[in-house]
């Protein structure tokens, strides 16, 4: 059984929002590629399965539009 399993991300707002854009769909594609039982075994890590998690996150965000709808992004 899972213990719990929660990723929380904080952003500052105070940069801009195309940085802070960047790093919420950065840190999701952590969430999306966390295999581990509990955070004592979480190393965060670019690997492979990391980056085509963010690739397949970013390409969603941009084909859904979220580039212009955050305007300067
Ligand atoms: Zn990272």
Redesign the pocket.
Known sequence: MLSKRKLIVYIDVKYPLHFCIDTLL??Y??AISWRHVSMDAYI?D?SDE?GVCFARIYRDFVDEGGDKESGNY
């Open positions: 950065h840190e594609g952590h965060p670019h990391w």
